[in-house]
């Protein structure tokens, strides 16, 4: 079956540690997206990505660092300098052809202890 | 400043009332609206608009896009417990190659029996 898949479902993290979140999916879609959601905040754009080996900040890239060096996969990498990382993580993509909706991940919650 | 704003933040309803959400968005090239509605985890599609004035329909729920006045509204008719969840708005803006998907606060309602 297609769709994306996001791992893992729940991520705890010490403080000061980095953490890699996955993303994969194969509907061979060309643009992929992370969003982090909080309480009452909808969901923020953090980064995103059209093509393969190039990507574009959001709204709120800071702490954060991906890559995509293959069309089906855009993990996120929480860092260190990401001073409030606890929240819900989606990921999200959608094909270039009109009319395409964006399919989402069931997402990944992560929390710093 | 946000570029699309959801109105109300939160809404409560009795089962069979009807409901009207709206959305207001401020982009520099529009391509799309889309409607979501999030109940746990992943977001769910319901819409996606593109020209003014055309009312998309699913059963009970019925969108339209005004592209003058920059705004789309969800309603949804004879309201149902079932139908409570957040409703996201999300705009897509294109800049040069890239394609960014904005969302809004959400709406969240709550239909009660």
């Known amino acids: 079956d297609g769709g994306i898949t996001q791992s893992p479902k729940y991520l705890f993290r010490k403080e000061g540690q980095n953490v890699t979140l996955s993303c994969e999916q194969n509907?061979?879609?060309?643009?992929m997206y992370w969003y982090r959601q909080d309480p009452g905040q909808g969901l923020r754009l953090i980064y995103y990505?059209?093509?393969?080996?190039?990507?574009q900040k959001g709204d709120i890239a800071e702490g954060y660092s991906v890559s995509r060096e293959k069309k089906e996969s855009f993990p996120l990498t929480v860092t260190s300098a990401q001073k409030n990382p606890t929240a819900f993580y989606l990921c999200?993509?959608?094909?270039?052809?009109?009319?395409?909706?964006?399919?989402f991940g069931q997402g990944t919650r992560l929390t710093v202890v | 400043e946000d570029k699309v704003v959801q109105s109300p933040l939160s809404l409560v309803v009795h089962e069979g009332d009807t409901v009207t959400l709206n959305c207001s968005y401020e982009?520099?090239?529009?391509?799309?609206l889309l409607w979501y509605k999030q109940e746990k985890k992943a977001p769910t599609f319901l819409f996606m608009l593109?020209?003014?004035?055309i009312e998309k329909k699913s059963g009970r729920l019925s969108s339209i896009l005004d592209k003058k006045e920059l705004f789309s509204i969800l309603n949804i008719t004879a309201t149902q417990t079932g139908d409570s969840a957040v409703y996201l708005c999300?705009?897509?803006?294109?800049?040069?190659?890239?394609?960014?998907?904005?969302f809004g606060k959400g709406t969240l309602l709550t239909v009660n029996p």
């Open positions: 999200a993509s959608r094909s270039w052809t009109e009319g395409i909706k964006a399919f």
């Open positions: 509907l061979n879609h060309d643009a």
């Open positions: 990505s059209q093509i393969v080996n190039d990507f």
């Open positions: 982009v520099t090239n529009f391509r799309s």
């Open positions: 593109t020209s003014s004035g």
């Open positions: 999300a705009v897509e803006e294109s800049g040069g190659s890239n394609y960014k998907l904005t």
